[in-house]
């Protein structure tokens, strides 16, 4: 629409006024995805998001995600403003995780190997040994276990339950969820192969044991699509964010993608599962944040130090 044009036209001008660049990821609205990428900018998973943002020499960063993720950003490069286009955009893995209570279950295990997921605080950040995203947490957790560590995983339980029956660690689980994920069910699922029964499943690791062990490939957002690219397969049955789609489809138009359904959905289903947070990005916020540099991302220095060695860990150890 003409709204659309407007936004848009308005936010290449901005970001170039303002050596800013937009960081999205895959979950956020198509538009703000096509934007992205038309201007330089980056989508993809939260891994590469970060390594973006700290590569990038714009002094400016628009990170179109969650809260964590312009966190992440903040803490390592601190010179740089990072702005999002709105600041209620939290996750349901972060709320579960608080830092003193988080604290405390480090202190009462001090000789485990502390690994948080990246949908976390800066402070539990700060707390952690390692920081992983869903792209290589199976791989760091199988090299501290070959180093003969234990480990103390948080708060994603799905996907630390993943992580450990794939690599046999030891590794003591903090109860989180994604409320997105742990939505899909594997009846759902099942009910849809027989509709579609040559389609692959590809599954989100966030997601319960029973749906991850329907999968053909469970992996990170970039893993996922990248499956979909690859395999030799026409239909795919995706359980994850319904933003995935996009870049899925621009990849393989020739290709169908079916979303898996979630509880209290139908059989086939386009529209449910959608992080209520990632859906709060807008082309107008992004317009607001870049007029009035509103929305900006602090982050206490003594805090973001701390955090930045295992975040550094995670860039290093992946690239
Ligand atoms: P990815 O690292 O796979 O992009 O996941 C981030 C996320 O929030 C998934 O729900
Ligand atoms: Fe958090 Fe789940 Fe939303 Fe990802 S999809 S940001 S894990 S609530």
């Known amino acids: 629409s003409e709204q659309i044009a407007s936004y848009t036209a308005q936010i290449k001008?901005?970001?170039?006024?303002?050596?800013?660049?937009?960081?999205?990821?895959?979950y956020t609205d198509p538009l703000i995805q096509a934007l992205a990428e038309e201007t330089g900018g980056c989508v993809s998973d939260s891994l590469?998001?970060?390594?973006?943002?700290?590569?990038?020499?714009?002094?400016?960063?628009?990170?179109?995600?969650?809260?964590?993720?312009?966190?992440?950003?903040?803490?390592?490069?601190?010179?740089?403003?990072?702005?999002?286009?709105?600041?209620?955009?939290?996750?349901?893995?972060?709320?579960?995780?608080?830092?003193?209570?988080?604290?405390?279950?480090?202190?009462?295990?001090?000789?485990?190997?502390?690994?948080?997921?990246?949908?976390?605080?800066?402070?539990?950040?700060?707390?952690?040994?390692?920081?992983?995203?869903?792209?290589?947490?199976?791989?760091?957790?199988?090299?501290?276990?070959?180093?003969?560590?234990?480990?103390?995983?948080?708060?994603?339980?799905?996907?630390?339950?993943?992580?450990?029956?794939?690599?046999?660690?030891?590794?003591?689980?903090?109860?989180?969820?994604?409320?997105?994920?742990?939505?899909?069910?594997?009846?759902?699922?099942?009910?849809?192969?027989?509709?579609?029964?040559?389609?692959?499943?590809?599954?989100?690791?966030?997601?319960?044991a029973s749906v991850v062990e329907l999968a053909d490939v469970a992996g990170s957002t970039s893993q996922l699509i990248n499956a979909a690219k690859t395999m030799d397969k026409e239909q795919f049955i995706v359980a994850t964010d319904q933003g995935i789609f996009y870049k899925m489809q621009q990849l393989c138009p020739d290709k169908e993608f079916i979303v898996a359904p979630t509880a209290g959905s139908g059989a086939t289903c386009r529209s449910c599962a959608n992080c209520p947070w990632m859906a709060m990005n807008s082309l107008e916020s992004i317009v607001h944040v870049l007029e009035n540099g509103g929305n900006e991302i602090f982050v206490d220095q003594a805090l973001g130090e701390r955090a930045m060695k295992p975040l550094t860990r995670m860039l290093n150890f992946s690239a």
């Open 13 to 26: 001008q901005l970001l170039s006024a303002n050596n800013a660049v937009l960081v999205a990821h895959y």
């Open 48 to 208: 590469e998001m970060a390594r973006f943002g700290k590569e990038h020499p714009a002094e400016t960063l628009i990170v179109a995600g969650v809260k964590f993720m312009g966190e992440t950003a903040k803490i390592l490069t601190p010179h740089k403003r990072v702005l999002m286009p709105t600041l209620e955009a939290t996750c349901s893995l972060d709320i579960g995780c608080p830092i003193d209570e988080f604290s405390e279950f480090c202190d009462q295990h001090p000789d485990r190997t502390v690994v948080v997921y990246a949908n976390t605080s800066a402070a539990v950040k700060a707390r952690a040994d390692w920081v992983v995203t869903s792209s290589i947490a199976v791989d760091v957790i199988d090299h501290l276990d070959a180093n003969g560590e234990k480990i103390l995983w948080a708060p994603d339980k799905h996907l630390g339950d993943y992580v450990s029956r794939q690599t046999g660690a030891d590794v003591l689980l903090w109860d989180g969820a994604c409320i997105v994920h742990e939505e899909f069910k594997a009846k759902g699922i099942e009910d849809l192969k027989l509709l579609y029964p040559e389609a692959a499943v590809l599954v989100h690791p966030e997601s319960p």
